[in-house]
Structure formats: structure tokens, C-alpha cells
């Protein structure tokens, strides 16, 4: 569904974010890509979703292809066409419209009865979010944007979903949730789900494939159990251990083998 | 007393088109965040499109046959000037559309010349005699025009598929983008409606007092009302129009003989005053800040 190969981002022609990523999603698959700040993730998110330019970044080298087609200089409007839906870090909703009008917004592609109805199903998932439909949206909780965004993502009918740091600032609770939510969301639709988070544990429960980014490369990738049972991503990103600035140093001289 | 109502009709007349104006010149902003400093100069090209067609058509005709092309002209404006520009530096976007401006001075005034023209033709007369108080055609005309299409406009915004998605791009176009939204096509749409509004107003204008390079000083007055308004509300500029065009008009019959010229800067001590109580103008929106 979705591969990326050896690729390298730069933003304003200095600062490289990706140095040669490679990644492969396949069809009904979830994979999640992990990493803390400044690894790349996003970078990787925005590529994908063809929102580069917007950052002033490009890509330099390397390919993106989405259902087997070349996608790596698309615009955002034609790969959301072939089916890849990107759902940005920081609650990416519009504060100033209401529930139901960012759901609108959303769906723009539906036809009228269509958009009824997957409002509707939006709903009945989210009843919290029905309770609210016509308050604006930047006064709901953070969980409840969440939702938000999660039903805005289904209304544009994607195949490929990508979903970039979704636990963010909120409770340990809510991202259980969340994550449950997500798990059923792509189950029910057979969506290819590529998760970006940094909290891996979370992500580790729903996902079958994983991949580690730092400093703009894959420092690990294999299947989730695999990840689990890895004692430095168990350690550094997990924290089985408590994680002190010595043990990061031993991480950091392991890491050189993976 | 007697005056009052004439006054405060063709008060209200002129009004509508400052609303018309100020309408898609907050439509603009609200959509682009580009404060559109050429507003005055597409005024002036629709006045001068409509003066173009009225020489061979019918004035009726010759309008409806001037709004295409103003929307056209309003789309390869954005495309041309404020698309290449969007995301630098706002002060270079302003900058683009002074130059813009200045452009369009030159250019209308190289086309038809500088001297003031008349439209030949004139639209049906709807004036009225209502008891004492003679209407004219021209309050019918612009009212009749300004209101529906304002009103309209505003639902439109408000409730419309197509509004909701300008208000979503106007907020966060990166997130637009991400769901897939063609933002560069609606923008262009929004510039378009922006040129037509503002020729709409040229052309009433040009039917009342003639078609010259003046034309361009009622654009300007589209500051003092967007501001009122608030920037940001496309309701509060119709609003401001005509509370401004009224204010205007009483001003002009009341205070005029007492405090000469003091006309002229009523606006700006409206605005003044109205901002001091309401910063965010008289409809305009807070923002919402979560912590």
C-alpha cells in the first residue's frame, strides 16, 4: 500500500530530518513508527502526505509510492485522491468550527447522503462528540478532539491512515482508549495503519510490525513482539529500567550493532 | 427634523456599498490573511468594465456581463500575485498588493485615460414617493443589490459546504490540505468573489457619479469599515457599511454646518471610539487560547 524508499529530507536545503528511511506497509497491516523528538517522525508524516513544501522542506532523494504508484512529489490533494490520509501532530482541527462543520470539511469529497451517513456513523461511535456537535471544536477536551479527528479521518475514506502522535498530552486512560479505539477503527475498514507515536508502548499493543527512527534513520525494524522482547527498545523506549543519562550513553554504543 | 429620513436613506444607499466592498475585502482576509491594499483598484477596473460594456450593451447587461470577468480578474490576481507570495513575510505580501495598486492606477489610466467618464444608459428607475419622503432610484438599487447578495454571501459562509471549507482553509491550511481539500482552487474562488463584490460596488457607483480615477478614494474608506466590523467578520463589515455610510450622511447634514470638514474624519473617530470599547471590532471574533 504504502512504501518508502531510501528517503532523505532536507528543510530549507540544510537541515536534514531523514537520511535514507526505508518502509513498507502493507495491505491491512499496522506498523508503528517510533522514535523520540527530533527523529524524523513527522518529517516522514508530512513526506508521505505530500505536505513538505508547506514546511519549506523537500525530498531530496529517495521514493514514496502509494498503491503502487509513484507518489514522492504528488500534491496533497491528489494523494489524499488515491486514498492516504494523514492526520498531523497537534490536534490538526479547526478550532473555530464546530464538530459537525469540521466533519464537513472533512468529508468534502462525499456526496451529500454519503456525508449523512458517515456522520452519522461518526455519531454513534463518538456519542461524547454528538453531546457537543454544535459547540466549537476548540473548546472540547483533548480526548474528545481526538475522537474528532479519528471521525474526520474516516470521512475522507482513506485506505492508508497515518496517524502522528495521537496520545499526546493525554491521560494514560484516554490513550488506552484511543488505542483500542484505532484498533477496531482499522480492523472493521481493513485500513493500513501506520502509527507515529513516541509512546511505544501504547502503539506496541495494536501494531504488528515496528519501526524505530532516530536521528533520520531506522535503527530497528521487525515485528512487534520482536520489539517487546528487545532489551534496548524495551529499555529506551518502554522504560522497563529506569532510564538514566548513563544507560542512554550504553544505548547509544549498543546501538551502533542493531 | 425633515431631513432626517432622505438623509439617513441615502446615507444607508451608500452604506450598502461600502458593506459590499468591505465584505469582500474581510473575505479575503479572513480566507488569506492578505490585507488586499488594491481593494480601491478593483473597485476602480470593475467601474471601468462596466463603463467598457455599457458603451455597446444595455447598463443592466453590461454589469451582468462585467462579473464574470471580474471574477476572473480576481482569480489571476491571487494567482499571479498573492499565490507565489503566500507564507513569506506578511510585509512582503502587503507590499505586493501596494505595488498591485499602483499597477492598476497606471494601467486603467494608460486604457481609458484620466479624464471622468459617464455611463451611457441608466438602470429602470424604482424610485418611490413613500408619504413625505421621496426614495430615490439609486438607494433601490443599491439596497436591493447589496442586501440580498451581502445576506446571501453571509449564509452562504456560514452554512454552505463551501463556506465551511473557506472557513476551514482560512484556519489552518496545512490541516485542509492533509484532508485533501484543494485550497489553491477555493482560495482563487474566494479572490474572484472578492473582485466581483468590488465590482458590483464600482458599477453602482459609476452609475450615480461617473466613472474616474476618484473612484479609488471610496475604496479606501473600506479600512475604516472592515476594521469596525472586525477584520475578521464577514457580517460585521455589511454592518459597519451601513452604520458608517448612515453616520455618515446625518454627520454630513447635522454636524457639517458646525464643525466643517469634520465629515471627512468621522470614520476614523467612529472607529476609534467603537475599537476603545470592542477591540476585536463590533463582530469580531476572540481567539480561543487553550493552555
Known amino acids: 500500500m504504502l512504501s518508502v524508499e531510501n528517503l532523505k529530507v532536507v528543510y530549507r536545503g540544510v537541515i536534514l530530518a531523514l537520511d535514507g528511511v526505508s518502509l513498507e506497509l502493507g495491505d491491512g497491516e499496522a506498523v508503528a513508527l517510533l522514535g523520540p523528538n527530533g527523529a524524523g517522525k513527522s518529517s516522514l508524516v508530512r513526506a508521505v502526505a505530500g505536505l513538505l513544501p508547506k514546511f519549506e522542506g523537500r525530498v531530496l532523494d529517495g521514493h514514496v509510492r502509494l498503491m503502487g504508484q509513484e507518489a514522492t512529489h504528488l500534491d496533497p490533494v491528489r494523494i489524499s485522491r488515491l486514498g492516504l490520509t494523514a492526520v498531523l501532530e497537534g490536534r490538526p482541527l479547526f478550532r473555530y468550527l464546530t464538530p459537525v462543520e469540521n466533519l464537513v470539511a472533512a468529508g468534502h469529497r462525499l456526496l451529500p447522503q454519503e456525508l449523512k451517513a458517515g456522520m452519522e456513523e461518526v455519531f454513534a461511535r463518538f456519542p461524547r462528540l454528538y453531546e457537543r456537535r454544535h459547540e466549537q471544536a476548540g473548546y472540547l477536551s483533548g480526548g474528545e478532539q481526538q475522537m474528532l479527528l479519528l471521525g474526520m479521518a474516516l470521512l475522507t475514506r482513506p485506505r492508508v491512515l497515518v496517524v502522528d502522535e495521537p496520545s499526546l498530552g493525554l491521560a494514560p486512560k484516554l490513550v488506552e482508549e484511543l488505542m483500542r479505539t484505532l484498533d477496531a477503527l482499522r480492523r472493521e475498514k481493513g485500513l493500513s495503519l501506520l502509527l507515529v507515536e513516541q509512546n511505544a508502548r501504547a502503539a506496541l499493543s495494536i501494531v504488528d510490525r515496528v519501526y524505530v527512527l532516530e536521528r533520520g534513520r531506522v535503527v530497528f525494524e521487525g515485528d512487534a513482539k520482536a520489539a517487546r522482547e528487545d532489551q534496548d527498545v524495551m529499555e529506551f523506549y518502554l522504560g522497563k529500567e529506569e532510564v538514566g543519562f548513563r544507560q542512554a550513553k550504553r544505548y547509544r554504543r549498543r546501538k551502533r550493532w542493531v | ?291
Request: net charge positive; charged share 10%.
Open chain 2, 1 to 291: 427634523m425633515a431631513d432626517f429620513l432622505p438623509y439617513l436613506i441615502g446615507g444607508l444607499a451608500n452604506g450598502a456599498l461600502y458593506g459590499l466592498l468591505a465584505l469582500g475585502f474581510v473575505l479575503v482576509y479572513r480566507a488569506t490573511s492578505v490585507v488586499n491594499f488594491a481593494i480601491g483598484e478593483f473597485l476602480l477596473v470593475g467601474a471601468y468594465l462596466t463603463y467598457t460594456f455599457a458603451l455597446f450593451l444595455p447598463l443592466p447587461a453590461a454589469i451582468l456581463a462585467a462579473i464574470p470577468l471580474a471574477f476572473l480578474f480576481g482569480v489571476l490576481v491571487e494567482r499571479g500575485f498573492v499565490r507565489p507570495l503566500l507564507g513569506r513575510n506578511v510585509v512582503a505580501v502587503i507590499m505586493a498588493t501596494i505595488g498591485l495598486a499602483a499597477a492598476l492606477d497606471g494601467a486603467v489610466q494608460l486604457i481609458w485615460g484620466p479624464d471622468l467618464k459617464y455611463l451611457s444608459g441608466s438602470l429602470p428607475n424604482l424610485g418611490f414617493q413613500a408619504g413625505e419622503v421621496f426614495v430615490s432610484s439609486r438607494a433601490v438599487w443599491n439596497l436591493l443589490l447589496a442586501l440580498p447578495l451581502g445576506l446571501g454571501l453571509l449564509w452562504l459562509l456560514r452554512r454552505s459546504r463551501y463556506g465551511i471549507l473557506v472557513r476551514a482553509i482560512s484556519e489552518r491550511e496545512v490541516a485542509a490540505l492533509a484532508l485533501g481539500i484543494p485550497t489553491a482552487r477555493i482560495l482563487a474562488g474566494v479572490w474572484g468573489v472578492s473582485a466581483l463584490l468590488a465590482t458590483l460596488a464600482g458599477a453602482l457607483l459609476a452609475v450615480a457619479s461617473g466613472v474616474g480615477h476618484n473612484l479609488v478614494f471610496f475604496g479606501l474608506k473600506v479600512f475604516p469599515v472592515a476594521i469596525l466590523g472586525g477584520l475578521d467578520s464577514v457580517g460585521g463589515a455589511l454592518l459597519a457599511g451601513f452604520l458608517l455610510g448612515a453616520l455618515e450622511a446625518l454627520s454630513q447634514r447635522y454636524l457639517e454646518p458646525v464643525l466643517p470638514g469634520f465629515t471627512e474624519a468621522l470614520p476614523f473617530v467612529v472607529v476609534l471610539l467603537v475599537l476603545l470599547v470592542r477591540p476585536y471590532g463590533l463582530l469580531g471574533e476572540r481567539q480561543i487560547e487553550r493552555v
